[in-house]
Every structure is written in structure tokens, then in C-alpha cells.
């Protein structure tokens, strides 16, 4: 391997590191987004009432759903759903709309975990070896 | 000018390496393995964590000198031989007797499909309207423990064939699935059994990809397992411990990952069943 090649490979890793930089920070700034905007939705006029919870429901359900699709569903989506509907049976609404967002954050955020994958990219550790 | 030649010459390593076939991908691992532990013969990997970790080797030479997997064999041995209820068996399906573990996975052209060993033992149960076998825990892993056993010293000959293009595709969807980040924790199995093979995670020191699928079915002395388990109960397991929701066990995820894994063990023995942590 050249000294160029390698350099260029240098410069593709570090470009990577910085992409998953950025991809971390933009996962973070998403997840603290949706926290924020969940909690605003619990503090204000959205009342912590049956309907309010299907609803929410209803959206985690879609969310999963979405990153089921493209193989990008986690691990415990299907759990927090499971686990929202039976708050809703104890009336129990405000656990239910709070694991209800909570999956349906973690559906969006699979969903698009999967899809800004969708070209086999080889990491720079293993590439340099083709 | 030199702007171009640059550009030029990554667009050159891309092309490279996304298209690169079986053969290209499975040295590119070996060559990475090599630099990292440059003094690891090449047919330890089938031994695992164990070819590179001292400590748990000790202790599992100490396991394999009593092997927990031994009645699982024998129980194997049992069913290979019983007739199913229609007079006929296993050995009907298989007539090239037990040692036939190296001939999987292969690809079925007739049926389009990566055909594992586990899925040939379940098809020929279901020609003999027997019920199929579970495929992550319970009696198939006899069977497959007598198969592995039979089949020690066979060599890794994973084939994708070149002229149905379906195999390919196959295979890199296997080969996607291995660099693919998934569940929170946003790690691909490449990321833990590539990147940081060596490496601890918790008490278990990660092994490399090369050897991943010579030993099956495996027992594992972890609590939840405390026996014999299947390769797909594997992959379930370290796709759960990144929360990702797990793929189905002989699913066409899972056999195509299968596919892709296993042809990076091409040449190296058999030597199943194993034991691990």
C-alpha cells in the first residue's frame, strides 16, 4: 500500500469518526427533543385521560410497525407497547402516554437507524484490508 | 487535477470493497485478524474466544476433559437411528449418514433458498409428517450434537455459485446484516466481533468472526443456557444484548447470515459440538 493510500484511508476514518460524531449528537438531540416535547405535551393542555392514551398508543403502534419493516425494531418497543396497555386497563393514564411516547420514539428512531443504513457501507477498520 | 486523481482513487477503494465477492471479503478478515494477533495459528480460530484468551482457555481444556455436550451426542445417536412413525427416518432423508454437518449451509436452487442444517432436518421431518423441531432450545440440539459430533475433522466448504445470481444476493444480505448497526446500543455484529475482538465485554473476552461457526451446536455454562444451544439461539442472544429485537431463528435473515458467516470459515475443521462460557 502506498503512503498515499494510506493517507487517504487516514482521512476517510476520520472523516467516519466525525460522521458518528455527528450521528450520536443528532440521536441525542432527537431523543432529548422528543423528551422535551413529551413532557410539554404532559404538562399542558393534553390531559392524561383514556382517549389521549389510545392515542398515543395507537401512534407507538405505527412507530414499531414502521421499524419492523425495514428490520430496525429494538429490543424492548414491543414490551413498553405491552406494558402501556395494561396501565391503561389499571387507569393508570399517565404511565401509559409516558411508555406509549417512549416507544414510539424508539420506533422512529429504529426506523431510521435502519434506512440511513441502507447501503452496505464497510468500516474503515476492515476496508483498508481489501 | 490532483483533486480528481483523489477522488478518483476513494471512489476506486469503495467500489473495491462494496463489491467485493466471498473470496475478497473472507481474506480481507483473515489479513485483519492476522495483524491483530499476528501469532494465532490460522486453525485455532475454530477454537474461538479460547485462541486468543490464555485464562478461559485453561478452564475450557479443564470443561472439554468431561464434555457436558457427551449426552446430548448420545440422546443424538438415539433419534438418528429410531424410525418415525411411518417406519421411515433420518437416515432416509440423509443417506450419506451422520457426518454430513460440511455440507451446510448450502444453496437450494430448487427451493431459492439458503438451506441449513437445521431447516433439512425440519423438512425431512415434515415429508415424514412429524411435527418440526423448535429451533432455538430442546431435542433438535441432540440431533445436531450427533450430526457435529460425526462430522469432526470435515473441512468448511461453503460455496456460492456463480451462476444463480439468487446466491449471491443471499450472501450479501448476510454480509449487510453483519455490518448493519442495530438496537439502542446502535452496535453491528462487526463492531463488537471485528473492530474490538480482544476485547472484554463484562467477564467474556470477544472472539473473532473467522471459527464463529465450527462448533455448533454449542453448551454454554451461562445460568440461562446451562446447556446445549443452537447457532441461531446464538445470534438471537448478541442481537437482544444490543437491544435489537431479534430476527427469527432459520428465518431468511438469520440463514443468510449464516451463509456470509460461515464461508469466512472456509477451511477450517469441524469440531463441534463445543463449549463455551
Redesign the interface.
Known amino acids: 500500500m502506498s503512503l498515499?493510500?494510506k493517507y487517504?484511508?487516514r482521512q476517510?476514518e476520520n472523516l467516519e469518526k466525525t460522521m458518528n460524531r455527528v450521528q450520536r449528537w443528532a440521536?441525542v438531540a432527537i431523543v432529548l427533543g422528543l423528551m422535551a416535547g413529551s413532557t410539554a405535551l404532559l404538562a399542558g393542555e393534553m390531559k392524561a385521560d383514556a382517549a389521549t392514551a389510545s392515542e398515543a398508543i395507537t401512534r407507538a403502534e405505527a412507530a414499531q410497525k414502521k421499524a419492523?419493516s425495514v428490520?430496525?425494531?429494538?429490543?424492548?418497543?414491543?414490551k413498553f407497547i405491552k406494558n402501556a396497555k395494561k396501565a391503561v386497563e389499571e387507569g393508570d393514564y399517565a404511565k401509559a402516554i409516558r411508555l406509549a411516547n417512549k416507544a414510539e420514539s424508539?420506533g422512529n428512531l429504529?426506523y431510521q437507524?435502519?434506512v440511513s443504513?441502507s447501503k452496505?457501507?464497510?468500516?474503515s477498520?476492515?476496508?483498508a484490508?481489501? | 487535477m490532483k483533486k480528481l486523481l483523489i477522488s478518483l482513487a476513494v471512489l476506486l477503494v469503495t467500489a473495491v470493497s462494496a463489491q467485493a465477492g466471498p473470496e475478497e471479503d473472507r481474506m480481507a478478515f483473515i489479513k485483519y485478524y492476522k495483524g491483530k494477533f499476528p501469532n494465532v495459528p490460522m486453525e485455532e480460530y475454530a477454537n474461538g474466544a479460547y485462541a486468543i484468551d490464555p485464562v478461559g482457555r485453561e478452564n475450557w481444556e479443564a470443561i472439554e476433559e468431561f464434555p457436558p455436550y457427551e449426552p446430548f451426542i448420545d440422546r443424538g445417536q438415539v433419534m438418528w437411528e429410531k424410525p418415525f412413525a411411518n417406519g421411515k427416518g433420518y437416515k432416509d432423508c440423509f443417506p450419506d449418514g451422520p457426518a454430513i454437518a460440511h455440507n451446510y449451509p448450502r444453496w437450494d436452487r430448487e427451493q431459492g433458498l439458503v438451506m441449513t442444517l437445521p431447516l433439512a432436518l425440519n423438512q425431512c421431518r415434515k415429508a415424514n409428517s412429524e411435527k418440526p423441531l423448535k429451533y432455538k432450545k430442546g431435542p433438535i440440539n441432540d440431533i445436531l450434537s450427533y450430526i457435529a459430533f460425526q462430522s469432526r475433522g470435515k473441512v468448511v466448504n461453503v460455496e456460492v455459485p456463480k451462476d444463480d445470481p439468487r446466491a449471491m444476493a443471499a450472501y450479501e444480505d448476510g454480509k449487510k446484516f453483519y455490518f448493519t448497526r442495530r438496537g439502542q446500543l446502535n452496535f453491528s455484529c462487526a463492531t463488537c466481533h471485528v473492530q474490538n475482538t480482544g476485547l472484554k465485554v463484562r467477564t467474556e473476552i470477544l472472539s473473532p468472526s473467522v471459527g464463529h461457526i465450527t462448533h455448533w451446536p454449542v453448551y454454554r455454562s451461562k445460568v440461562d443456557w446451562g446447556t446445549v444451544g443452537t447457532l441461531h439461539r446464538r445470534f438471537t442472544g448478541c442481537n437482544k444484548n444490543i437491544r435489537a429485537k431479534p430476527m427469527k431463528a432459520q428465518g431468511p435473515e438469520y440463514r443468510n447470515l449464516e451463509y456470509f458467516l460461515s464461508y469466512l470459515s472456509n477451511g477450517l475443521e469441524l469440531n463441534g459440538p463445543g463449549a463455551r462460557k
Open positions: 498515499l493510500d487517504r484511508i476517510a440521536a419492523d428490520n430496525g425494531e429494538w429490543r424492548d418497543t414491543g424508539e429504529g437507524q435502519a443504513q452496505l457501507e464497510i468500516p477498520y476492515l476496508k484490508m481489501y
